[in-house]
């Protein structure tokens, strides 16, 4: 049984810097893919970024160069580095996972499996 679990969210002043874990246990992660997805308060569900086992990445657009997707497969551990937080960075963070790769990243959320019950991240301006 696959399950993930989301930490290290909180309350943060923007231009801070933050780090969300994700601890994952019933999954290989040689054969996974792992995402991040956020929803604003009243936002659908958008795509953050995503890795596949071989350390390639994918991210959202407008966050490219903020934040940083990782993974410590010693660990079945899946990182955020978020810098340069903006008030707009607020949301439920959560973690996700697909059991097979499909050739590319996707950061649509129909396209992973697993997810976990997510991580509260406020940035106050």
């Known amino acids: 049984q696959v399950q993930l679990v989301e930490s290290g969210g909180g309350s943060f002043q923007a231009g801070g810097s933050l780090r969300l874990s994700c601890a994952a246990s019933g999954l290989d992660y040689r054969s996974y893919l792992m995402g991040w997805f956020r929803q604003a308060p009243g936002k659908e569900l958008g795509g953050v970024a995503g890795?596949?086992?071989?350390?390639?990445?994918n991210y959202a657009n407008p966050l490219k160069g903020r934040f940083t997707i990782s993974q410590d497969n010693a660990k079945n551990t899946l990182y955020l580095q978020m810098n340069s937080l903006k008030p707009e960075d607020t949301g439920i963070y959560y973690c996700?996972?697909?059991?097979?790769?499909?050739?590319?990243?996707?950061?649509?959320?129909?396209?992973?499996?697993?997810w976990g019950q997510g991580t509260q991240v406020t940035v106050s301006s």
């Open positions: 890795i596949d086992s071989a350390g390639r990445t």
């Open positions: 996700a996972a697909r059991a097979s790769y499909p050739g590319w990243i996707p950061l649509m959320s129909n396209y992973y499996d697993y």
